[in-house]
């Protein structure tokens, strides 16, 4: 008698363009916390550096009447919570600076030192947004971490590893994936199994994140094109800036 070849299961990656400041991004967090609870998917960050270098912003009145609206429109489509530290406090801020860089160094540091990369980005996020802390501070990226459980000192040294040279060629790298999948801004998603990219398509899933984590489900157990792909675009933020 012969045995079957064992077969196995296919791998597959949910790749994630994001940025800390990307309102969108914040809109869709919920959908990544999803596709994490699903086996056999691994969840990838990619940075894309969109308020990084030149593209900072310091904090205006003009940057926040431009923001709120569709700061509002992002609670009321998805349920995100919005605090009043960051309306009435860092939206009124004129010494704060908004600079992808630093949180995203955070997130890299995390994720080289305790593989928590998701979690640093998951908890900068509502740094920014419910609590109203100016996320490009050190300091502040170090008690984030810390909360964390992950131990201050190594933390540190992990975040002086991330210099701008290493900081900007992932953002280069970032960017080359958003080309090879086919994307245009933040956030964006792209399924890879055995190989093969698949760019998607969530705007439809945006506040059903129970949808979502269904409908990767049955792609993954397919392994084959399905509607997930097909509709629903994601407002994005634009790669250079964002409006939220």
Not at 26 to 54: C, I, K, N, S
Not at 72 to 83: D, E, N, S, V
Request: negative net charge; charged residues 20%; aromatic residues 8%.
């Amino acid at each position: 008698m012969t045995s079957a070849t064992p077969q196995t299961a296919p791998q597959a990656t949910l790749h994630y363009i994001a940025d800390p400041l990307c309102g969108w991004c914040y809109a869709a967090a919920p959908l990544v916390r999803a596709a994490r609870d699903l086996a056999g998917l691994d969840v990838a960050f990619h940075g894309g550096g969109m308020m990084a270098g030149p593209n900072a912003q310091p904090v205006t009145p003009q940057l926040r009447n431009y923001v709120m609206p569709h700061d509002h429109r992002i609670a009321a489509l998805t349920g995100q919570p919005f605090g009043d530290a960051y309306f009435e406090g860092l939206l009124r801020d004129g010494t704060a600076v908004f600079d992808s860089a630093p949180p995203t160094a955070a997130v890299l540091a995390a994720e080289a030192l305790a593989g928590r990369g998701l979690d640093m980005f998951a908890a900068v996020q509502r740094a920014h947004y419910v609590d109203g802390k100016r996320i490009a501070d050190r300091d502040v990226l170090i008690d984030l971490a810390a909360d964390l459980g992950l131990d201050r000192d190594a933390f540190g040294k992990a975040l002086n590893a991330q210099d701008a040279n290493a900081l900007m060629q992932h953002f280069r790298d970032s960017r080359a994936w958003l080309t090879r999948m086919g994307g245009s801004g933040f956030p964006t998603f792209a399924l890879e199994i055995d190989g093969q990219l698949e760019r998607l398509e969530p705007g439809r899933y945006l506040g059903q994140p129970d949808a979502w984590r269904d409908a990767l489900r049955e792609r993954l157990l397919a392994v084959q094109p399905t509607a997930i792909g097909d509709a629903g675009a994601l407002p994005q933020c634009g790669p250079d800036g964002c409006a939220i």
